[in-house]
Structure formats: structure tokens, C-alpha cells
């Protein structure tokens, strides 16, 4: 049976109109290229992947990315973000796999962009890649240490690719693996538009939702966890993470981008999470409407920020808190039921008794 959004289902999330796909893909110039793993080994049982997010269709490292981290819970282990808080940018794409992926995806996001610049690395400087991850180990062989820097590359090569703006959701990429309030989970994406000046600009969320208790999961306000039929405490008991990537085409500094990152937490915990001692947290976001030039032509920079002394800023608060909380139940809505290690079968969200708890 194929899956659909919850919008396809006549539910919206939040006051905001999305973009034309609803997807971080609105955001100008931004693409995301997946690779998934999948594969049933004498040895190992591989369930897990990579997934890309491309800020902008230019060249990463001579035109960075204005960008901000923020650590909701840090039981984490990511790559690049001390970085990104000192500099305020980004320069690479902004992958995402399992744990013991990180280093490898590092690497390969290394190698494919010292391909394209002789210069990375030599005469103008070293390259900060940011990576992010969750545990995908109650179904992949995680310590098989499957996922490899060719992975990072095709990614990325998928990425620009790209011609669908649609964005594929759910059991895909670093998603294949990923357990969310004790149901399949994986990718999920939303966005949300804003006016400026009469000009409209694009937020868009991407996440890779491994985290929550089944009976906390809450939809559009309702204790859907509660209502659905127990699932094997395994599943359920396992505190997990969340990786948040928000893109935006709107002009803004990396100290607005932080408290943009910060608004992703409200999103977050709509959905029912409280962010578990034991889960990683962490919200990225950037802006392709402002880019930093490597080498600038003189010593003084002008960048484009929002005004912040009227509703504006809290609209586009607005925006990443519907958006994040979207995102997440469509990673849910998406995802197909999944078996991995040691024969452990993970379900997707049964979605009619979903519907019956919202009242359909």
C-alpha cells in the first residue's frame, strides 16, 4: 500500500501556507539526494543510508552558507557544528546517516569536494564538513560499518541530480533504519511561506526522526500514542534522536539563524517529545540569501538581515515551529513497515486508527 502525507489526508498543521511541495525543496536552490542501504547479508543485516542536503546549487566552499546550530539535547555525535556556532557558516552539504556513519560520510563529502577545488586544503585553507546522525541500530548492523565515503558521494551526486522537488520521505536515505515514537520513521520534510515586502520567502525543514516513547506521540494536539494498540516495549523504549535541517531563502545573520534554530524545539515537542536523556537533538539552520564569499574583494562585508522590531521575526518563528512539527509526521505518515537485525519488525503507523483518534 503506498503512504501519504497527513495533509493528504485533509489535516493541516498551523496557520502558515506551504510551499508549492511542501518541502525544504521550496526553498530556492535547494536540493536532497539520498542513498539507501538495504540489503539481507549472510552476515549482516543492513538497513541505513545517507542523506544530502544541497543549501544552494553554487560552488559550498567559495560561497558559504550564513548558518547557526543549536543543541536541544546533545547525546549526540556530529561533525562540523563547533564551526558553524564559531564562523556562522557553512560550507559543505549537510549530510546525514547513523552513528558509526559519521566519520565515513565526513570523508566522502571531503573527498568529492577536494575533486572539484585543487585549492581546498592547500592555498586556501581546510574544509569544515557538517554531518549529523542518528542510532539506526535496532535494525541495521550498525557495527558492520556498511555505510562508506562512496556513499557521501553518490548522495550528494543524487542531490544535484535532482529534477523532482518532491522530496522522497520516510524509510529512504539515513532514514532506512529509524524508529519515531516506536513506529517507522525516517525522513520528513515540510515548509512554510512568509511575505516580505510583498515578495514571498520559503522555510523549509527536513528531519531524520529516530526518537520518542509510543504512548507520548501526540498529532495536531491529540494523544494519538495513547489511543493506539501496545507495541513491543523494545521499540518503544528507546530514547533515540533527531537531526533538524532548516533551509530559508529570507536574508538573515547567523545570530537570527540561531534563534531560528531554537524555534525548531516548539515544533518538536508538539509532536510529543520531551527530549530524552538519551537522545540527540539538534537543529541546523542556514540561509541561501545571504552567501559568504571565501575570498571577499575587500575587507568589509554587507549582508541583508531581517528587520526585528515588528511581527516579521515572530512569523518566521512561526513558520519553523509548523514546519518542524509537519515534517515529523510526515516522516511517520511515510514510512513503511520495516523488518532488520535479529529479525526485529518495526511497523509503520497504523494509519486508519490514527485517523479515527483525529476524527476524520
Known amino acids: 500500500m503506498s503512504r501519504k502525507r497527513l495533509r493528504d489526508y485533509g489535516f ?24 539507501t542501504l538495504y540489503e539481507d547479508r549472510p552476515d549482516a543485516c543492513v538497513r541505513t543510508g545517507v542523506t544530502a542536503i544541497l543549501p544552494h546549487p553554487g560552488d559550498w566552499f567559495r560561497e558559504k552558507t550564513v548558518a547557526a546550530a543549536h543543541v536541544i539535547n546533545g547525546f549526540g555525535k556530529t561533525a562540523g557544528l563547533v564551526q558553524v556556532d564559531e564562523l556562522g557558516v557553512i560550507e559543505s552539504p549537510i549530510m546525514l546517516t547513523n552513528t558509526f556513519g559519521v566519520p565515513a560520510v565526513t570523508e566522502g563529502t571531503l573527498r568529492y569536494m577536494l575533486a572539484q577545488d585543487d585549492g581546498i586544503g592547500d592555498r586556501d585553507g581546510s574544509l569544515n564538513v557538517v554531518t549529523g546522525e542518528c542510532n539506526d541500530s535496532l535494525l541495521n548492523d550498525m557495527r558492520g560499518l556498511h555505510v562508506r565515503p562512496e556513499h557521501a558521494m553518490e548522495a550528494i551526486r543524487q542531490g544535484w541530480a535532482a529534477t523532482d522537488r518532491r522530496v522522497l520521505e520516510g524509510a529512504v536515505g539515513a532514514g532506512t533504519g529509524m524508529v519515531c515514537f516506536g513506529y517507522k520513521g525516517g525522513i520528513g520534510t515540510s515548509s512554510r511561506q512568509v511575505e516580505v515586502d510583498g515578495a514571498i520567502y520559503h522555510f523549509g525543514v527536513l528531519v531524520l526522526s529516530n526518537f520518542g516513547l509510543g504512548e507520548d506521540l501526540t498529532i495536531l494536539g491529540k494523544p494519538v500514542g495513547e489511543s493506539l494498540r501496545a507495541k513491543p516495549g523494545e521499540a518503544r523504549d528507546n530514547d533515540g534522536s533527531i537531526i533538524i535541517v532548516i533551509g530559508t531563502d529570507l536574508p538573515m545573520d547567523a545570530r537570527q539563524l540561531k534563534r531560528i534554530a531554537k524555534r525548531a524545539g516548539f515544533g518538536l515537542a508538539r509532536t510529543g517529545s520531551i527530549a530524552h536523556h538519551g537522545s540527540g537533538d539538534i537543529a541546523i539552520a542556514f540561509s541561501n540569501g545571504n552567501r559568504i564569499p571565501h575570498t571577499p574583494a575587500s575587507g568589509v562585508l554587507e549582508l541583508r538581515v531581517v528587520r526585528e522590531d515588528g511581527r516579521l521575526m515572530s512569523d518566521c518563528f512561526r513558520a519553523v515551529t509548523e514546519a518542524t512539527e509537519e515534517a515529523i509526521y510526515n516522516s511517520l505518515f511515510m514510512a513503511e513497515t520495516t523488518t532488520g537485525r535479529q529479525g526485529r519488525t518495526i511497523d509503520a503507523l497504523p494509519i486508519e486508527e490514527v485517523l479515527a483518534v483525529l476524527g476524520r
Open 12 to 35: 493541516t498543521v498551523g496557520k502558515l501556507p506551504t510551499g508549492r511541495f511542501n518541502s525544504i525543496t521550496d526553498v530556492p536552490g535547494v536540493s536532497v539526494g539520498h542513498v
